[in-house]
């Protein structure tokens, strides 16, 4: 398995930890214009939350894999997080923010896989 993918199955695995749910992996391999190998999207209930999954999402990418990410924005208000792993990146929204910009619907070429929501 390639790294990316690696770090692909992590950050969900990170998202899940923190009960994120809607979480939507975009395969952007082969796409023209595309900036990264894959888009990771997925949804926190609250700013608080959004907030839990970013940090559980940086911890288990650097106690792992030990990748940190080489931008994270969006913390200052926590509605919209975006963390950039060169090949890999997190969008974690508050539903509201989510439903508003509909970033995975950006890439209609890309492979897109669901990941269904742990109870």
Known sequence: MDSSKQLVDKIVEAI?????????????DGIDGAICRYFVVCQGNSPMQVEAITD???????????????????????????????????HIFVPEMREY???ETLWEDAKITEIPDLE
């Open 16 to 28: 899940q930890d923190k009960k994120g749910s809607r979480i939507v992996v975009a395969d952007l």
């Open 56 to 90: 559980s999402v940086a911890d288990k990418a650097r106690e792992d894999l030990g990748e940190k990410p080489t931008h994270v924005v969006g913390l200052e208000n926590a509605v919209w997080v975006a963390m950039d792993y060169v090949d890999v990146m997190v």
């Open 101 to 103: 910009y509909s970033i």
